[in-house]
């Protein structure tokens, strides 16, 4: 039996879970203040608005290009369990448990590519190959 993951499906997966990072970072450049007091409201020193748009930015490119996959997807399946714990925990809300259900499933996904690594088009596909 072949375990291996077929390269096409894990670029899909890196593509759909890079996504709401890259697009999430980039967004709040549009709403600084909206997303620093946002942010504040929740709990979270407003001063880390900017490194969080840098994070989600960087490692979702990491994502994406395949670039140090398995350690970026450890460290954003952490990101989507806190953020999940500190944004979502209003279980009274429908909306918010979706969210934090949501988070969960991110993480799972995350923590999955963790396990499988990028595959093969990728840059961390390539350094073994080459």
Same mark, same amino acid.
């Given at each position: ?33 909206? =997303? ?58 429908? =909306? ?35």
């Amino acid at each position: 039996m072949n375990h291996s993951s077929p390269p096409l499906a894990i670029v899909v997966a890196r593509v759909l879970l890079m996504l709401l990072f890259l697009v999430s970072g980039l967004g709040k450049l549009g709403n600084l203040a909206g =997303t620093q007091s946002y942010m504040e409201t929740m709990g979270v020193p407003g001063i880390l608005l900017w490194p969080t748009i840098a994070f989600e930015i960087i490692t979702g490119l990491c994502i994406l290009l395949g670039f140090q996959t398995r350690l970026v997807a450890a460290v954003l399946a952490a990101f989507s369990l806190v953020t999940a714990f500190i944004f979502h925990h209003q279980f009274n809300d429908p =909306t918010q448990q979706i969210m934090f259900l949501k988070n969960m499933g991110i993480a799972g996904g995350f923590i999955l590519l963790a396990c499988t690594g990028a595959g093969r088009y990728s840059i961390d596909g390539r350094r073994r190959r080459g």
